[in-house]
Structures are given as C-alpha cells and as structure tokens.
C-alpha cells in the first residue's frame, strides 16, 4: 500500500506522514482535493539545481514547493490562472519562472512570495522555459516564436520569428555550453551561439526510413548526444559532436509514439548519461540502456498513466504527474537493482576503427536486467586480470573490488568528490582496510580504557550511541599503543571518523589507526610535546610560497603551534562543514600522506586576506577554531599547486613515508613515540589513579563519618526543637486562659453599656415620636397654605392665559386686517362693481368679527368677575375661620399684584388698539393713493387712444369695434403707481404694471369719446360711495372699541372695590 497525501487547502505541512520504507518505488502519492471531493489536476513540475526540492503547479494556479529531503511542502504563489511551463532561475535559487495561460511569464521569489517581474511578449500558450547553465539567460517557446531574456534585467534580448507553415516544437539551451538548439516540426534541428546567435551548424535530416516528426527530446548532461523521438517506435540517437546519426533504437510494438525523453544522471557516468526513460502514448516510461538497448526497469501502466515526468539532477527522484491529476514521487534506488550495484569490476577498454552508427538499428530487448543470486553471505566479484605485460605502475593502482585508484582520482579531479552513496566504499577500497575481525575482537574484549572513562564529562555529546561509539574506539586505540592514552587530541581525529561509521565500529577503527599511522607520521615524537618537526615542514612550504603572510605571521608573534598544530589535531573538522570536510578528505585518502600537509598551507594561503588584517593572538586562535568562508574547490586547486610546484628539499613527501596499509590478520605494533615518557606518564597516571582511588576511600569513610554526625546533630537538634515546642505550647495554652478571662470581663462591661444604651434610646425613640407628631401638625398646616396658594397662582394663570389668548386674538385680527388690506388694493384693479360687493361683505364680516371679540372679551370679564367672587368667598370663608391677620395681608398683596398685572395688560391693549388705528389710517392713504394712480392712469391711457384714434382712422368700424372691446377688458396689474404717490414713503406696497407698447387700451373710467356709447362710462359715482362706506366702517370700528376699553375699566375698578372692602 502506497501512502497517499491529500493538501487540500493547506499552505504547508508534511509531504508524508510514516517514513517510507526501504525497497518501496513509489515513496509518496500527493493529491489535491476541494469542496465536494473535487480533485484538482497537478500540471506541470520542475526540480531545482540540488535535486532535493521540486515546483508542482495545478489548474487553480496554485505553485507548492515539495522538499524531498525535509518532508516538507509550501504554498508559494498563487496566481489564478492555469500554468503552462515551470523553470528555476540557476544564478538566484529562491527565484523560480512561471509561463501562464495569458501568455505572460512571471518570476517569482519562493520565500518572499513576492513579483519580482513580468514579462509579456508572446501571443501564444509558451510550452516550454530553458535556463541557461550560468542563470543570466532564459528561453521561452510557443509554437509560432521562441524568444531569448536577460534574467538580470528581465528585458527581451532577441526574438525568433518563422514561417507560418513550419511550427516550433522546442528552442534550449545544451548543458554546459553556449549553444542553442532549435527544433523545427519539418525535423530540421539547428545549433546557434548564444551570444552572437551565429548558426554553428545544422543536423542534417535522415533521408531514408519513414518520418518520425520529432516532438521530444533530451540531452545527456555533458551535451554531447541528443535524443529525439516522436511519432513513431524510433528514437534517433545524435553525435553533436560530429553532427552524425549515432543509432536508431526501436522500441516495442507497445509504443506508438513518443511523448518525453529523459536521460537518468548518474555519479559514476561522467555526465554522459547512458539510461534513457522514454513515455509512450499508453503513459507508460520505459527506462533502456542507450548502448545495451536493453530494457532496465519501467514506471506506470495502462491502468495507472504518467502524462509527464521530471527528473531530479542528482538522479535519485523522479517525480511523474499521473492521468488523474496526482503526483507519485519515485525512489530511483528502489526502482532498479542496477543503478545500486558499485561500480562494475571488469574494466572493458573499447578499441577499433571508427564504426559507422547511422546505419545500424538495434531493438530493445524487453527482458528484464536479473542480478544473480548471492550464494553465500560475500558477494562473489569477478576481476579482469590484466595482460603479463601490464606495467608495474597498474598493478599498483589496482584496488581491491576491482577498483582502479588512478580512475578514481581521474572521477575526483573532475567531479571534485566521490560520489556520496559510494564514498564509504571507495574509502575502504582506498585504505585497503583488512578488516581484522578477531583482532578488533580482541581489544574490545579489554573493555573501556581507564583515560576514557570520563570522556563524557570532557567532550559532552548529546547522542549517547556517538558516546559509547567514541569510547569503545578510543579504547581499542589505547589498548593498540599505549601513546593513545595519554594523547588529549585523540578524541577531536577520531569523532568525525565515528560519527561517519557509527554502524561499524570494526571499520571506524580500522580507519582511524591507518590515518595514524600513515597521515600522522611522526606526530608523536616530541610527545607530549606538537610535533615541531612537521610543523617545520609546513612553515618551510608557506615560507616558500607566501613570504608575505608568514613574515606578518612572524611579527605578531604567531608560530605554527597556533596558525598550522589547529588544522592538523582536529584534521579540520572545527574549519569546514560536513561536505567540505569530506570533499578534502576524499582527496586526502587519494593521494601521498603528505597531502594533509599540504592542505594546511593551503588554507592558510586561501585565507591570507583576513589573516593579514589580524593582528592580536585572540584573534588568530578564534581564525583557526571557526568555520570561515571558504571556498573548497580553490583550496583544493591550491593544494594540488603546492604538491606540484614545492621544491623537493621541502617538499613533505620526501620526509614522509608512502601510504603503507594495515596489516590483515593481526595489527602492526606502533612505537613511533618515546617510550620512557608514555610508559612514565602511565606509571605516573597508574599512581595518580591509586592515590585518587586511597582518596576516595578516605573521602567516602570521611563522608560517612560526617553523615553520621549530621545524624546526631539533627537528632539532637531535633530533641531540643522538640523541648522548646512542649514549652511554647504550655505557655501559649496559659497565655489563652488570661485572654479568655480578660475577654469574659469586657463582655461583662459591654452588656452594661448595652443596657445603658438601650435606655438611651428608649427616651430618644420617644422624643422623636413626639417631634414627629408635631413635625406633621406643622406639615399639615403648611400643605393647606401651599393649596391655597397653587389654587391663587392656578387661578392667576388661567386669567393670564385668557389675557394672553384674548391677545393674540387681537393679533391676529390685526394680521388679517393687514392681509384684507393687501387684498383689498389687489382687488381694486379689478371692475368697480365687483369691488363694491366684495368691500360690503368684508365690512359685514368685519362686523360680525367684532361683535365676536365684544362677545368673548364679556365672557372673559365675566370669568374674570366669578373668578373675583370666588376669590372673595375664599377670604371671607378664611376671615370666618379665624385665619391670622397675615394671611390677609397676603392674599391683599397678591391681589394688588394682580391688579397690577391687570392694568399692564390694559395698557398692552391699549398699544394693540394705536397700532390698529395706526394700520387703518395706513390702509386710508393706500387706498387714496390708489384712487389717484387710477385716476392719473385713466387720463394718461385717454390721451394715447385719441392719439392712436388719429393715425388708424383708415381702419374699418369692425376693426374699431374689436378694438373698443379689447379696451373693456384690461389686463390685471393695468393700474400703476404716479410718481407723485412717492412722497408717501412705502405706507402701502406698490402695485405696477407696464403697459405694452403699440397696443390700444382704455380704462374703465375714461371719460374721453368712442365710437361706441355703450362702451363709455364713469367710475366717479362708484369711488365715492366705496370712500364714504369705508369711512363708516372704521368709525363704528373706533366706537365698538371705545365701549369695549370702558366697560373693561369699569369691571376693574369695580374688582379693586370689592377687594379693598374686603380687606377693611
């Protein structure tokens, strides 16, 4: 059962949850679902440089970032639309390209989520994006145009445009070149020169046998041979080199056609790769061998399709996109026996004339690769004897396994390390390890050494296995050589050898002892002393090669016990990291012993900058017990300068022995110390050991003793602290009883008080009862009075409100007489009749409005009269029942105040009647001023008709008849204000009106002659009965009023009578 991981919506989390076993393909199925188990489809993935991680992008748009070896997956972009094309920028590792379906591409940071560019151009879906081996350059193509971008400015460079009728299927960059490789739908396929874009060359296109229309292709690592295939079983196998057809590889009848090649890295190929995995159309990815056309091993099926794969540089993954959207991440070592065998140990050399390929083809077996049974537990390993007349310099480099040590350091020196899978089995081929079973048995039958014992408490390690691995191995070396038991920088050379063969201690011993007893040769001399004579050696090398550094090192006081004795008693393991670390050692073990020295210098001289600027000691020992920057490659360039160009007369080798291997069966004996101080040093640590073992028996009864003591003491302590309780208790119980009799007394004394108290507020309950009586007599007296006064101020309110009421009845009267006099002088432009009967029935209303007001004022003084007797029976009902003299001189006051308030409203009325007549007289002179203005009017519209009759006397007498009747009826606002009615300074408003020029008009009271005698009449009659009748009106108005204004002062004065004869 195949783990499968769902993402869902996560943006992060683990990429499988159990770790996968060992032998198993396909480590991890990833799917993506959503709402209502909705699979959304995987489209297209990419890896990174490293090969660890890989980009997946799906149909949402989503891009995740999967790292294999941290079990981790990430959200990193989101972009909404589908993705057609992934690529990683090789110069700036975080930043990855993405070709959308708008045909845009983006560039993203897969950190910072963050743009960092856009770049538009094509008008096309682009297929495909190819980044350039030094990460400046990048290739994008479509199937009409493929176009060249600087990835520092992001900028368009060049574009390539071609004829409709032939397609691109692919333009990309060869691996570790300039060149780019253009192929054509026609199956033309052309080299150009990245900078100039000058066409190098052009493969010619296979004349004979049936077209294979290329669609795939792929490039081995080293870029020398190409593989194309299409539409057909045939694979074209091409020498870009020669420019030739190599072979011609038909697949089984099973393939049709051929979706993607991919050639498979290996560590061991040198870049030319030799496996080659072909998808066919039944989405099944067979893996050939390209010179064997054998069939290795193959991934999906019929049931379960691959629609695309990528493979990791490093070829240990490979990651495949099936039919149905998911993602199945495949284990390289898993799928295939063949790719984890070592390297093979029969070493074929091809010799013979050159061979025409072209012309061969060759078909794939599809028998699977079987790799023979193991017989017994060794794998049996068949070698190629060489020839009698082999040199003695090959028997020399031949390793056991089959192995070629100067192969290996061909492999080193171009790839720069082994390989990682393999770098445990080229070491043990390298140092002829003997594996002596039975005498490592032997010495870890001794046990722990006693100068290890408390290694834990010097060199603290959080892994207890490291722990106990690095004593056993540190104790078989004591137990080997006595010397190692007493060297202090034993631990720091053998830990990172332990923790590198933690699973085999036999062979971590083994490689320990042989890189004593060969790289640090003559070490042990001077013991316990660093050894001054290779410490000589590398200063002569530097002194040789740097003057420079070593006189600045010689001025501030640095000898080689600090700038060289570091690097060597910790075989720099403080200096570089684990890959660098095994990077140098790969070529240490790969060379003569003096290498190690070699590579002291080295660093130093790599690291010459920042030593020159050093100058305090403190400085120097932090430089060299910490990691620096440091490129390895130029270290190991250097080192191998230094071995090539030192002198012979100081060069290490030539005081440096060869590399001499562990002896098999039994271990050499290894003296190369001064004896008499080891064997001092040990009889001292043996004395040492004996008087700490008498002083910690001396310190153990010491302690017993003292505990014993402690025992006492406490105890004693004990029996005292015991004694001084039982006293404490007794006094503290006879201290209770006083403060129990002490408490009994002032209870005594509080319920004396008590009682006291209770009396006291027996008489106090009974003073207050009878203050309260009397606080409610005087309470009920005071509510009477405060009703008797809201009654006299209720009832002063209600004759304020009539008053204020009758008021505002007189004000608003005045406004509508201000209101009937606008409308009045509106309707005196109007016929004279009408405005006789409309002045009769507002003088009428007017009347009766009047006789309305005298109605209700008598209502009010009325009121105000009952108010008054009701006011008195009160007094008097109050003078009856004895009521003090003074509330009498009280109730006078306010009623004074009353008749005060009275003679104020009085005179308010009296202000309202002036204003009134005020008004009236104002409506008089309007009226008379517009009398006037019509009278001006009517003369002024007779002197215009007789001057108009004049000049149309040719006129017929039916036009003169329209004429007279149109003079009949003059328009509203005819009436206009003389000029001499200015003088009146706005006593009413003025009404105007503009009569329009050329038009024939007569006013109703024209005097002057017409045609027509029933047309001509006068007004004059009409205006003085209107004046007379509303001269009337206004004098009956200023009687009624005279009567109203006496009567009332009559009733008051009559009130203030009563009052005062009351009061007396």
């Known amino acids: 059962m195949m783990e499968v991981t769902d993402i869902g919506?996560?943006?992060?989390?683990?990429?499988?949850?159990?770790?996968?076993?060992?032998?198993?393909?396909?480590?991890?199925?990833v799917v993506r679902t959503v709402q209502q188990a909705k699979t959304v489809r995987f489209l297209h993935v990419t890896f990174d440089t490293t090969g660890d991680s890989f980009l997946a992008g799906d149909h949402h748009g989503n891009i995740y970032v999967f790292d294999i070896n941290r079990n981790r997956f990430r959200l990193v972009q989101k972009t909404g639309q589908a993705c057609t094309a992934l690529a990683f920028s090789l110069r700036r590792t975080t930043e990855f390209l993405v070709a959308l379906a708008d045909y845009t591409i983006k560039c993203f940071d897969k950190d910072t989520k963050q743009l960092i560019s856009w770049m538009r151009g094509h008008e096309g879906a682009v297929s495909s994006i190819s980044v350039h081996s030094s990460g400046r350059y990048a290739i994008s193509t479509s199937s009409d145009t493929a176009q060249l971008w600087d990835l520092d400015t992001f900028q368009r460079k060049r574009k390539l445009n071609i004829r409709q009728s032939v397609g691109i299927q692919k333009v990309f960059f060869l691996p570790l070149s300039n060149t780019i490789l253009s192929c054509f739908s026609d199956d033309s396929i052309f080299a150009w020169e990245s900078d100039t874009l000058f066409c190098r060359y052009q493969l010619p296109v296979p004349d004979c046998g049936p077209r294979i229309s290329y669609k795939a292709f792929a490039v081995t690592r080293d870029g020398k041979i190409l593989a194309a295939g299409g539409r057909s079983n045939l694979l074209h196998l091409w020498c870009l080199d020669s420019q030739q057809l190599l072979r011609v590889i038909q697949m089984p009848s099973q393939v049709r056609s051929v979706r993607q090649l991919e050639f498979l890295p290996d560590s061991f190929d040198g870049g030319a790769s030799q496996t080659l995995g072909v998808l066919s159309q039944d989405g099944v990815m067979r893996f050939i061998n390209i010179h064997t056309c054998k069939l290795l091993f193959h991934m999906g099926s019929v049931d379960d399709a691959i629609t695309s794969v990528a493979v990791s540089p490093n070829g240990r993954h490979i990651v495949a996109i099936m039919d149905n959207g998911s993602i199945n991440i495949y284990n390289v070592q898993s799928l295939t026996q063949e790719l984890n065998k070592p390297p093979p140990s029969q070493v074929a050399v091809v010799s013979g004339g050159a061979q025409n390929f072209s012309h061969i083809k060759m078909k794939v077996r599809s028998e699977v690769v079987q790799r023979p049974a193991k017989s017994s537990r060794q794998a049996h390993v068949k070698i190629l004897r060489p020839p009698g007349g082999s040199s003695a310099e090959d028997k020399e480099n031949e390793l056991p396994a089959g192995l070629n040590k100067k192969r290996l350091v061909a492999l080193l020196k171009a790839f720069g390390e082994y390989p990682a899978k393999y770098r445990m089995f080229v070491w043990r081929s390298l140092l002829c390890l003997p594996e002596n079973h039975a005498a490592y048995s032997?010495?870890?039958d001794k046990g722990l050494h006693s100068a290890f014992l408390t290694l834990h408490q010097k060199y603290p390690i959080k892994s207890h296995k490291l722990q106990r691995g690095l004593q056993r191995v540190l104790s078989a070396l004591a137990h080997w050589a006595a010397i190692f038991g007493e060297v202090e920088y034993l631990p720091l050379v053998a830990f990172p050898f332990v923790k590198l063969f933690q699973n085999n201690p036999m062979l971590c011993f083994e490689v320990?002892?042989?890189?004593?007893?060969?790289?640090?040769?003559?070490?042990?001399?001077?013991?316990?002393?660093?050894?001054?004579n290779i410490l000589s050696m590398a200063e002569n090398v530097l002194a040789h090669h740097d003057k420079e550094l070593l006189q600045h090192l010689v001025d501030c006081g640095i000898t080689s016990q600090l700038y060289v004795w570091p690097l060597l008693e910790t075989l720099f393991s403080e200096v570089l990291t684990c890959d660098e670390w095994l990077r140098l050692f790969d070529n240490i073990f790969s060379n003569h012993p003096s290498f190690l020295l070699m590579a002291c210098v080295a660093y130093i001289i790599c690291c010459r900058e920042p030593l020159l600027l050093c100058v305090q000691k403190q400085d120097f020992e932090?430089?060299?017990?910490?990691?620096?920057?440091?490129?390895?490659?130029?270290?190991?360039?250097?080192?191998?300068?230094?071995?090539?160009?030192?002198?012979?007369?100081i060069h290490p080798r030539t005081m440096l022995s060869d590399f001499t291997p562990l002896t098999s069966g039994q271990y050499p004996v290894f003296n190369q110390y001064p004896e008499f101080i080891v064997e001092y040093q040990s009889r001292e640590r043996e004395r040492i050991r004996l008087q700490e073992m008498e002083y910690l028996q001396e310190r153990q009864e010491l302690s017993e003793l003292r505990s014993d003591f402690v025992r006492r003491q406490a105890e004693e302590k004990a029996y005292f602290a015991q004694q001084g309780l039982l006293q404490k208790a007794a006094e503290q119980r006879s201290h209770i009883l006083a403060e129990e009799e002490a408490k009994l007394t002032e209870q005594r004394t509080k319920l004396a008080a008590m009682k006291r108290e209770l009396k006291v507020k027996e008489f106090q309950l009974l003073d207050a009862t009878r203050r309260r009586f009397l606080q409610q007599q005087t309470d009920l007296r005071a509510s009477q009075i405060q009703k008797l006064d809201q009654e006299i101020s209720r009832k002063m309110d209600l004759r304020e409100k009539e008053t204020a009421a009758a008021v505002q009845d007189l004000e608003v009267r005045q406004m509508e007489l201000e209101a009937q006099r606008r409308r009045l002088e509106q309707h005196l432009l109007k016929e004279q009749e009408r405005v006789g009967r409309e002045v009769e029935e507002e003088v009428q209303q007017k009347l009766r409005e009047a006789e309305n007001v005298e109605r209700s004022y008598m209502e009010q003084l009325q009121g105000a009269e009952s108010d008054m007797q009701a006011l008195e029976e009160s007094l008097a009902e109050a003078y009856q029942l004895g009521v003090e003299s003074d509330w009498q001189r009280e109730v006078v006051e306010r009623l004074q105040r009353v008749d005060a308030e009275q003679e104020r409203k009085r005179e308010r009325l009296a202000e309202v009647q002036r204003q009134t007549l005020a008004e009236e007289k104002k409506l008089t002179d309007t009226m008379r001023d517009v009398a006037g203005k019509k009278w001006e009017e009517v003369m002024s519209t007779r002197a215009q008709m007789q001057e108009q009759r004049r000049s149309s006397c040719s006129l017929n007498a039916d036009g003169q008849r329209q004429t007279n009747v149109q003079s009949l009826c003059p328009p509203r606002g005819l009436l206009c204000r003389p000029a001499g009615s200015a003088g009146h300074g706005g006593a009413s408003p003025a009404v105007s009106s503009q009569e329009p020029a050329g038009t024939n008009m007569v006013c109703l009271n024209s005097t002057s002659p017409s045609g027509s005698s029933s047309t001509n009449f006068s007004l004059d009659r009409g205006r003085a009965q209107l004046d007379s009748s509303e001269r009337q009106l206004l004098k009956e108005i200023r009687e009624l009023r005279q009567k109203l204004a006496a009567r009332a002062k009559e009733s008051s004065s009559q009130s203030v009578h009563t009052l005062s004869s009351v009061s007396q």
């Open 9 to 29: 919506n996560k943006e992060e989390g683990k990429v499988w949850h159990r770790k996968p076993t060992s032998g198993r393909s396909v480590l991890v199925t």
């Open 442 to 444: 032997s010495l870890t």
């Open 512 to 532: 320990v002892a042989t890189v004593i007893v060969n790289w640090c040769q003559h070490w042990f001399e001077y013991f316990p002393n660093p050894p001054l």
């Open 622 to 649: 932090y430089f060299f017990h910490h990691r620096n920057n440091l490129d390895v490659g130029a270290m190991m360039k250097e080192v191998y300068r230094l071995m090539s160009s030192t002198p012979a007369d």
